[in-house]
């Protein structure tokens, strides 16, 4: 999760501490270079079954190298989200990391709801990597569990884990100590592993990294060694999680170029790109290193977050990716770009060389200013269509904006007012591609900045602290026509100011105060809302305002 705060639960105090590691720079203690690596612990390669190490790398039980491209799913809070696996999937992700709790701190997720939700994996051809998020800065907050209170918790899955060993991955803990004398992550974790080895788990474990898994002074880097050679399987694989700390390509390369030169394996388990009060991290770097070095990545995450600046779907609605989730999925080295399917799903028969035929010319319905829904008629295969690349043509290029998994997906991000020609190959699980479709020819709509006819705004404080505090703002167009574009006008009664928005962009005079939307809570639908969060400065009093105006409509306030 993000930081110190998570981006599921905040706790202010956390925000100081983690805002002093950003502050204080990626320290990154101790040296992985090529002397270090030694050969893995003994074992039989050709007794290995399902995902595990091999040269340093994760490969699949048939020795294919599985180069993770995915995102978080926060389940353990978000039980009702049942389509979020297929809308991953559907984007052309590989892997979903899924949030599960052990009963420490959240309310415990069963062994038959832990073995539905692989069900759900491999029905929708993921791979799942599953953790535990109570162990969640141990050392520093109070609340969380410890890692061997979650590996009694995987022991207790051992019936449902039991030949799952192709598709599931065991990440124990989710950052398991916060700043808090992380020197402490070592033992705990070496114990963790050989507990989960002692009762006969032998699925690819995950570990992650100390400092709110950002490892920002080294303890991971400088100790991985003498963890991994505790495992007897060596079927262990490092997760770095990328916030803030990793904010210039040097800290995000020096990192991830220890491990692969040790021959240690690593993937990015969780990273952010979006700026906010702690930096900007270097997600292009993050991504295109990634991509290089052929290690897996994460991202944080699907939806559900408090600070939504990090929600890849809106709303966990997949028809509203935010621009953050454009990044993940559609941009350079993105998920669209560079995911493969595993091959435990049929994917890569070297029998099979016959690509499907091609889709049929899709048609253009539901344009707006900045979206499209496009469908076509489906290809066929001699074994079958595993999906399809939605790609924008023009000056004899091609660039790719868009998967999915059946025939129809909306494609986001797109300019008022803007010609666009698109097409569509299909693929099979082979990785055989088809002929490209007739192309069809949409223009956007003009941007309408006007609101509807009406609008409630919804004011909380979400937790103060000496000093400071952090608001949430939730917009709602109750009109019946779409709007697209707004500002929100507001004051303060106790001279509050706004430091840090995540959701728009604000300006203030005095106690008035601006809110101009980002590029992801711009439209609002009829009978929607978006939500805008920040933090806040403020002396004793803390008033909530209490009247707001919409590009100069006057709101309801809730």
């Known amino acids: 999760m993000r930081s110190a705060t998570s981006t599921a639960r905040t706790s202010p105090p956390h925000l100081l501490l983690k805002a002093l590691a950003a502050l204080l720079g990626v320290v990154l203690l101790g040296a992985l270079g090529p002397a270090a690596a030694q050969a893995r612990p003994a074992r039989a390669e050709a007794a290995a079954t399902g995902l595990h190490i091999s040269d340093g790398r994760l490969v699949e039980g048939n020795g294919n190298d599985f180069v993770m491209r995915g995102v978080n799913h926060a389940h353990t809070w978000y039980p009702g989200e049942t389509r979020s696996l297929a809308d991953i999937k559907s984007f052309g992700a590989n892997t979903v990391r899924v949030v599960l709790s052990d009963g420490h701190r959240w309310t415990r997720n069963g062994p038959a709801e832990v073995a539905g939700i692989i069900e759900d994996c491999k029905a929708n051809r993921l791979i799942c990597v599953l953790e535990v998020h109570d162990t969640t800065g141990y050392g520093e907050d109070a609340a969380a569990g410890t890692l061997d209170h979650a590996a009694d918790y995987w022991i207790s899955l051992k019936d449902v884990l039991a030949g799952q060993e192709d598709y599931v991955v065991v990440n124990i ?9 992380p020197a402490g992550w070592t033992a705990p974790t070496t114990a963790a592993v050989q507990k989960l080895r002692g009762a006969g788990l032998t699925h690819t474990i995950m570990v992650d990294a100390p400092n709110w898994g950002q490892d920002w002074q080294g303890v991971m880097r400088a100790h991985a060694r003498a963890v991994y050679d505790a495992d007897p399987t060596g079927d262990l694989i490092f997760s770095i999680h990328m916030y803030s700390v990793y904010n210039t390509a040097q800290a995000v390369t020096d990192y991830l170029n220890a491990f692969v030169d040790a021959g240690l394996p690593l993937l990015i388990g969780e990273f952010g790109g979006p700026a906010d009060q702690w930096g900007d991290p270097d997600e292009d770097t993050m991504m295109a290193t990634a991509e290089r070095l052929g290690l897996g990545y994460l991202a944080w995450s699907w939806s559900g977050n408090t600070d939504p600046v990090l929600d890849l779907a809106i709303g966990f ?173 507001f004051s303060f009664a106790d001279g509050q100011t706004v430091s840090n928005m995540w959701g728009g962009t604000p300006t203030q005079s005095g106690a008035t105060v601006g809110v101009a939307p980002a590029a992801y809570t711009a439209a609002i639908a009829a009978n929607s809302s978006v939500t805008v969060g920040f933090t806040g400065v403020k002396g004793a009093a803390n008033t909530s305002p209490t009247a707001f105006t919409l590009s100069g409509t006057t709101c309801t306030t809730v």
Request: proline residues 6%.
């Open 173 to 181: 803990g989710n950052e398991p100590w916060g700043n808090t004398d």
């Open 317 to 489: 609605d997949p028809n509203r990716l935010s621009s953050w989730g454009e990044r993940v999925f559609h941009g350079a080295n993105g998920i669209a770009q560079t995911s493969e399917e595993a091959t435990v799903f049929g994917g890569g028969d070297p029998d099979d060389t016959q690509a499907p035929t091609a889709p049929g010319a899709p048609t253009a319905s539901a344009v707006t200013a900045t979206s499209v829904t496009l469908s076509w008629p489906a290809a066929t295969d001699d074994v079958a269509v595993a999906g399809y690349n939605v790609v924008r043509l023009g000056g004899g290029a091609e660039t790719r904006v868009a998967s999915s998994t059946t025939p129809g997906v909306t494609v986001t991000g797109l300019t008022a007012e803007t010609a666009y020609s698109f097409a569509v190959y299909a693929r099979d699980a082979a990785g055989n591609r088809s002929a490209r479709s007739a192309a069809v020819n949409v223009t956007t709509d003009r941007t309408t900045p006007t609101p509807g006819v009406g609008c409630s705004v919804g004011y909380r404080v979400v937790g103060e602290w000496p000093g400071g505090f952090q608001g949430e703002i939730t917009i709602r167009n109750t009109g019946t026509s779409a709007i697209s574009g707004w500002n929100l006008g």
